[in-house]
């Protein structure tokens, strides 16, 4: 099977088409603080110029927000995933599980208690987005972390029956190299910009070098 991608962080009319008309799996709106914040009026305004999403699910990313504020945040809008990158507990994840009935990715930052990190949110998440920790900002940092420990989030993933999202730093460039660990899916942000917009043109190297890739191969 192809691993899941997932182009996060479109914040205008231009990134939504841009990433609506690629290959990808899932695109992300990211509702925290940062550069590509947005908010929901803009991504309604964005997706009301399409007439369908080309199978693609929607992501809404938060970092350590209130269940009110996320409940306001994607009301109306046609969300299928909800995606916390902060420092989100269990319990308020299980709390915000019982109150949406979408499932939830949490991302966890690459450190040493990660993999305790992630069996303590077993049961309550549907999936992991691993990325680096970089001083100051949750994500969207353009930042690698070590690779050689992705098969550790791998085999937990797998241990949970979730999918594990590889992120962090991740360009046409170098995503082979995170490909031949045959992660669930790559979950790219800056990677795909040029002046601060999505590129077709690297989406388009990247989406490329997905699809030649086979998750089957044993690793
Ligand atoms: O993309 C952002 O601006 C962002 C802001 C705050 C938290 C997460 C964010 N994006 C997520 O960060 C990672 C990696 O991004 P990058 O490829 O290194 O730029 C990815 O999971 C995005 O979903």
């Not at 499932?103 to 549907?126: F, L, N, T």
């Not at 690698?144 to 594990?164: A, C, M, N, T």
């Not at 045959?182 to 990677?191: A, C, E, K, N, T």
Request: hydrophobic fraction near 35%; charged fraction near 25%; charge should be negative.
């Amino acid at each position: 099977m192809q691993p899941l991608l997932k182009l996060c962080g479109n914040h205008s009319a231009h990134d939504t088409m841009v990433t609506l008309s690629s290959s990808a799996d899932y695109i992300g709106f990211v509702f925290a603080k940062s550069k590509r914040q947005v908010v929901r009026k803009q991504v309604q305004e964005w997706l009301s110029e399409h007439r369908n999403f080309n199978d693609k699910k929607l992501v809404a990313l938060f970092v350590n927000e209130s269940i009110e504020t996320i409940i306001a945040a994607i009301k109306d809008l046609p969300i299928d995933v909800i995606q916390c990158h902060g420092n989100e507990s269990v319990e308020q994840l299980s709390e915000l599980k019982s109150r949406v009935d979408l499932p939830i990715w949490k991302a966890i930052h690459h450190k040493q208690d990660a993999i305790k990190r992630m069996e303590s949110y077993q049961g309550v998440v549907s999936g992991y987005i691993v990325d680096c920790k970089v001083q100051g900002q949750w994500g969207g940092s353009g930042v690698s972390f070590d690779w050689d420990y992705i098969p550790q989030y791998l085999d937990e993933g797998k241990r949970q029956g979730v999918p594990v999202f590889i992120a962090g730093g991740i360009r046409p460039e170098n995503v082979e190299e995170v490909l031949q660990y045959s992660p669930d899916g790559v979950d790219v942000s800056s990677g795909i910009e040029e002046n601060g917009q999505k590129s077709r043109d690297l989406i388009r190297q990247l989406e490329e070098r997905v699809k030649q890739y086979d998750n089957n191969v044993p690793r």
